[in-house]
């Protein structure tokens, strides 16, 4: 099976000469522009993730998928994540088959559960219930992705569907991954609903995570899944630079910004920042570096993991547009190049 490489983005809103927050819709433009240059790189794949905070203010993977659809020829495309717990699954599925009618066959999409304290509130929904409404809301965007006419009933709605006609169509089902932060729970649910599982990793080590493979493809063989539909995708941090000094360097120092703002936009104190830098060498799960380092260690986790796509997120804290579209290009010219002749 083919090995994809690609990037994703949660929005990444340019910093200002005092450094606040510049105009969060230049982040868009900003991520539509990165798309088009990661399919020019040879890139496989592109992500659009979902926060609701002034430095990532992707809120609306859908609307991205679809701009992308319509200035792209080849790459695939995808959400990654969309929020289900706060979202509509039949509208979901609406925007995401008009991508597919514009990109036919390059859409799909991850379906997390989320559990940020920030969301909840901005569409009425309370936090407790995000496992009855995750539960209920994929139970309801797999029927409605394998079926025209959908007849259903579940918690989250207070009416029934009733042969209801859910259009426009893709001409093939949409690919759904189930998107998990690491959760035990959610690798099993998604082996015995027989759906590929989207790692999403802020840590840990390869051989954590080679576990989680293990005990998905144990699930998946004892639920009578045939062997070769099994699917992982793992999401990580990660930059590339001309030399790995050079990228760990600068991504450190995003990403240690990133998660500074991040903690004071949900009014958390900052985490500190020493020990970070240790998830950014081989043993770790930061994937910055130059371009021989990253190839080699993206190939040692999948040879622990068996995972058939790997996508970076680059862009974080306020990092320069133009160093972000750097690292793309590199990812797609000199990365991708070596993993592929390795594999072959």
Sequence with gaps: MTFELGAYSFGNTPRTAGQGHGPTAQAIRDVLEAVRVAEEAGLDFFGFGEHHTGSMPLSSPTALVSAAAACTQRIGLGTTVTVLSTGEPVRVFQQLATAAAIAPGRIEA???RGSSPLTF???DLDERDYDMLYSSELELLLAI???ERVTWSGPHRRRALQNALIVPRPERPLKIWLGTGGSPGSVYRAAGLGLP???????????H????GHAYRDAWAKAGHPAEAAGIAVAVHGFVAAGDREAKAAYLEHEIRMFATGAAEAGRPAPAPSG?????QPGGMVFAGGPNQVADRILHLRQLLGHTRQILQMDVGGMPHATFLKGIELLGTEVLPQIRKELA
């Excluded at 599982?197 to 390869?206: N, Q, Y």
């Excluded at 995570?209 to 989680?212: H, L, N, P, R, V």
């Design 110 to 112: 991850v379906a997390g």
């Design 121 to 123: 509130p901005i569409f």
């Design 145 to 147: 992705n394998g079926h």
């Design 197 to 207: 599982v989207f790692l999403g990793i802020l840590g840990g080590t390869p051989q």
């Design 209 to 212: 995570w080679a576990q989680y």
């Design 276 to 280: 970070r830098a240790a998830g950014y």
